[in-house]
């Protein structure tokens, strides 16, 4: 029987909670606990690809560059994303190579792919930031933010005291660049982690040229065209939810166990789903689902193999 291929595509949120402290401890703590569930699924057989979030840390590492430019030049947001990319690959690798023998009974080839993904350059939302990145703020703060570094401002979380989140740029991934890369890894069995915080947005110039931006790419939509390209059986988003709701943070709360791609539209359209957090990921698995005739999952971290087995999480399908 041929493994069946998951792609899993890890919040930011399940390696440094946004509202953490995001010290390296704490990071490689919770990077040790999502490569305990990944060493898991793979011991039941399912062959994995590996992408995940960076809003936290890239937020995070904005604000490094810009409090030591008395030092030394500040990056920009596209070579902030690869580093990011380096920094959490690196973390899942070390994490994984320890479980795996010890989960899997033997040891497991793993590579990270800096990969970047282009991005169309006349994008709406290079105008309109809606990707938040970094820790939450109060109004206050958030005022004073965006007076003093002219940082796009916006409240993600009405229900928290703390509910402001600086915004970036998000335009839709078009293309893996490291796409052969990625696939030739995954024919040789080596597991991939690949298009880390949504892939580094780079645009092609006349001259064919490759040029970086400053964007955060969000890693639903990526890890959708990661699925379509590496042809999975599965997409499994794991964030800090078990299910999806309708009416979320309302007294109406209704949480969902199965949505159809008809259904997903229309629940985005009445605007159940924000923009930069639940909104991507519904409408990023609709789209894999609508490609792929396969099937889509948003989860926990903790429910993954659960909801894998169909016991859990809400489930698109065709
Ligand atoms: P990640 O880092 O996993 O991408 P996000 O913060 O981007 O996480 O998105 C997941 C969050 O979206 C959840 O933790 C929840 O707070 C929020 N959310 C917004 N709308 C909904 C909804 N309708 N149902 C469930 N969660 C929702
Ligand atoms: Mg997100």
Redesign the pocket.
Known sequence: MSKRVVVIA?????ILP?HGTGTYERQLHNVDATARQIADLVKHHYKVVITH?N??QVGNLLVQQEHAQCLLPGQPLDNCDAMTQGQIGYMLQNRLAYHFPRMCGREIPVCTVLTQVEVDPHSACFTRPTK?VGTFHTQAEAEELHRQHGYNMKLV?PQAGKGWRRVVASPRPLRIIEEASILQLLDNHIVVIACGGGGIPVVRADDGMLRGVEAVI???WTAALLAERVDADYLL?????E????H??TPRER?LDRLTVAQAKRYCRQG???E??????VQAAARFVESSGQQAIITSLRTARAALAGKTGTWIGP
Do not use: E, Q, R, Y
Request: aromatic letters at 6%; glycine letters at 20%.
């Open positions: 890890l919040g930011g949120n399940a946004s979030g809003g936290p938040p979380k969000d890693k639903d988003i794991l964030t800090d939810v299910k999806v709701a309708l979320w943070g949480t159940h789903f924000p930069g957090s639940m909104g991507p990921k």
